[in-house]
């Protein structure tokens, strides 16, 4: 993938992008068809530098020339000239049109600036159902790739910490809810606790996972209190799902983990499988003060109860994400170093695409390795900081989708 400058300014600002924008690394930031429509984001771009695929960007100037030429044979005047554009290529809604990952960038960045709205006096009720049927939606469909994104995401950058924290947070409680039998309604509150437990500290948390020093004692209080006010701001802004807002206000008490699930209340159980969810979240996640921690160990730790053995919420928990869940990296008994794209038949069995070979070669198209064969089994998990390629995320998950429609 080849990379060229733009500038943003001399892209149509009121139409849909021509194109996909992506930073100097490749890592997309907006998907072609959307358009920019809230100020601070437009800031945001103007303020970075910004690349696009060479290809597309040719194409699209291109048709820029061809619309000037059309002017200027029309007689127009110059400065209708300088300002022509060619007309909008025909396309399918954008919303049939996203894939995987731009589908997540999206979702994260439409709920950052719903949870900066949660007010009585905005829409933002109807906006967040909205996008919680639409994450639903697609990890229905596509829950290993799903996982896949916010996992990757989540160890390599540090953007809008708090919204997509609450994206992974969502997903994975609610596919252990389901694992564990919840009734749907149930599922319901805890999807809408996951994306609002953390709203009363919605712009501390982006602050600190920014941040190179620790909390001060000012942010440290924020930090204790803000299950309490993140549920009291739900219900004064007009939240009426009263199970949700009791699993926000306990979602860091531990009191009652020694207990059966079966004999808590509905409320408390919700809190309980959200906090250890949140945990596991927040240790893969990587902050400008330190590394993300290795999906594997996160998982471990949030997998076990207080006897330090994988309780009913752990044991769901690690069998719906798996020891090496999709997005993160892990060397082969073969030496190879690959990452992971789905998950497999066990929890310590996943499919992998191989990136780098036994001798530190980079390949040139990545190889599909099933774990369950002993030449290819996990060996060990490695951090992100070890892996020095960059690679089409596209490919690799072809790999997966290919070998599934073998089976």
């Known amino acids: 993938m080849k990379l060229v400058s733009v500038n943003f300014q001399d892209l149509p600002l009121d139409r849909a992008l021509p194109f996909a924008l992506r930073d100097a690394s490749g890592r997309l930031l907006l998907g072609a068809g959307t358009t920019v429509t809230d100020d601070r984001q437009r800031q945001e771009l103007l303020e970075q530098p910004l690349f696009a695929e060479e290809h597309h960007c040719a194409e699209w100037r291109r048709r820029v020339a061809a619309a000037m030429d059309q002017q200027l ?14 007309d909008a290529a025909p396309r399918e809604p954008v919303a049939r049109t996203l894939s995987t990952g731009e589908h997540w960038f ?14 009585p006096d905005t829409d933002w009720r109807s906006r967040l159902q909205e996008l919680h049927a639409r994450s639903r939606a697609m990890t229905d469909k596509r829950f290993d790739e799903s996982l896949y994104y916010l996992v990757y995401e989540g160890v ?23 694992m564990l039998g919840w009734p749907q309604a149930e599922i319901d509150s805890l999807g ?79 809190a309980r499988l959200l ?31 207080p006897n330090g053995q994988p309780d009913e919420v752990g044991s769901a928990l690690l069998r719906s994400v798996g020891l090496y869940p999709p997005g993160s990296f892990v ?56 892996v020095k390629v960059r690679f089409v995320h596209e490919k690799v998950l072809a790999l997966a989708a290919a070998a599934s429609r073998l089976h």
């Open 73 to 86: 044979r029309q007689g127009a005047a110059l400065k209708d000239v300088v300002r022509a554009l060619p």
């Open 106 to 119: 999206e979702l994260r960045s439409r709920l950052d600036t719903t949870l900066r709205e949660l007010r």
């Open 156 to 178: 390599h950058f540090t953007e809008h910490y708090s919204a997509h924290h609450a994206w992974i947070t969502q997903v994975v409680a609610e596919r252990v809810a389901r």
């Open 192 to 270: 809408l606790a996951a994306l609002t437990m953390n709203v009363s500290m919605l712009r501390l948390q982006d602050q600190l996972a920014m941040a190179h020093a620790p909390p001060t004692p000012h942010q440290r209080r924020e930090i204790d209190t803000h299950a309490a006010r993140s549920a009291a701001q739900l219900s004064g802004a007009g939240l009426a799902d009263m199970l949700a807002i009791e699993a926000v206000l306990h979602h860091h008490d531990a009191s009652t983990d020694n207990e059966p699930l079966s004999s808590q209340p509905p409320a408390r159980r919700l």
């Open 275 to 305: 906090r250890r969810v949140d945990i596991f979240g927040a240790k893969i996640r990587r902050r400008a003060a330190r590394p993300a921690m290795s999906p594997l160990m996160a998982a471990r730790q949030a997998c076990l109860g």
């Open 331 to 386: 060397e082969l008994a073969s030496g190879e170093i690959g990452i992971v794209v789905s998950r497999g038949r066990r929890a310590n069995l996943p499919l992998v695409a191989a990136l780098i070979s036994a001798n530190g070669d980079v390949y040139a198209e990545p190889m599909l390795r099933d774990t369950l064969e002993q030449r290819h089994a996990v060996k060990a998990a490695v951090l992100p900081e070890r």
